[in-house]
T-cell receptor, first 111, second 113 residues
Framework: DQQVKQNSPSLSVQEGRISILNCDYT??????FLWYKKYPAEGPTFLIS?????DKNEDGRFTVFLNKSAKHLSLHIVPSQPGDSAVYFC??????????FGAGTTVTVRA | NAGVTQTPKFQVLKTGQSMTLQCAQD?????MYWYRQDPGMGLRLIYY???????DKGEVPNGYNVSRLNKREFSLRLESAAPSQTSVYFC????????????FGNGTRLTVT
């Protein structure tokens, strides 16, 4: 049973607009959350993380929001660029070494 | 700056054959992991090694064995391959004590016929 769920398999957005990716989790013990980006034929690369003591973390064009009461995580990309076209994975851990991943959302940025 | 290196990149096996997937990292990380990626399933943890000399089962360990050969190397062995093990396998490492971002290799695409 997947503890981390990304319910939107795909997202298409126009260049320059905002991309919003969503992630829900069921395990209330999760206290560390990450987003990874993956291009075809490459491994996932770390994008941004947030711990459960925060509700927002920003890094350039990327912002992650955490709503613990709703067990919901989102990633905002502003503005979206063609190089952002990739698969994005949400992941979470209970403070140990093991990450649980969502199924991924494929983002396509249209020119 | 190699990071995490996996070999081979591609492999085709027949049912019942065995093979070992190799992984090495040059970042002096303590922890190493093996994940598999299947369509619609995301990445699932097979085994991990929190530090040299220790290994533990992840979410989907059946049919696999691992060896943490030294701090740099962590191998994954399929003793008797099955079609259900057709997948893309990723090795990863992390440097922190406890949760920290994982650094992934570029994967091994394995097909079992």
């Amino acid at each position: 049973d997947q503890q981390v769920k990304q319910n939107s398999p795909s997202l298409s957005v126009q260049e320059g607009r905002i991309s919003i990716l969503n992630c829900d989790y069921t395990n209330s013990m999760f206290d560390y959350f990450l987003w990874y980006k993956k291009y075809p034929a490459e491994g996932p690369t770390f994008l941004i993380s947030i711990s459960s003591i925060k509700d927002k973390n920003e890094d350039g064009r990327f912002t992650v929001f955490l709503n613990k009461s709703a067990k919901h995580l989102s990633l905002h990309i502003v503005p979206s660029q063609p190089g952002d076209s990739a698969v994005y994975f949400c992941a979470a851990s209970e403070g140990d070494y093991k990450l649980s991943f969502g199924a991924g959302t494929t983002v396509t940025v249209r020119a | 700056n190699a990071g995490v290196t996996q070999t081979p990149k591609f492999q085709v096996l027949k049912t019942g054959q065995s093979m070992t997937l190799q992984c090495a990292q040059d970042m002096n990380h303590n922890s190493m992991y093996w994940y598999r990626q299947d369509p619609g399933m995301g990445l699932r943890l097979i085994y991990y090694s929190a530090s040299e000399g220790t290994t533990d089962k992840g979410e989907v360990p059946n049919g696999y064995n691992v060896s943490r050969l030294n701090k740099r190397e962590f191998s994954l062995r399929l003793e008797s391959a099955a079609p259900s093990q057709t997948s893309v396998y990723f090795c990863a490492s992390s440097g922190g004590r406890g949760p920290s971002p994982l650094h992934f290799g570029n994967g091994t695409r394995l097909t079992v016929t």
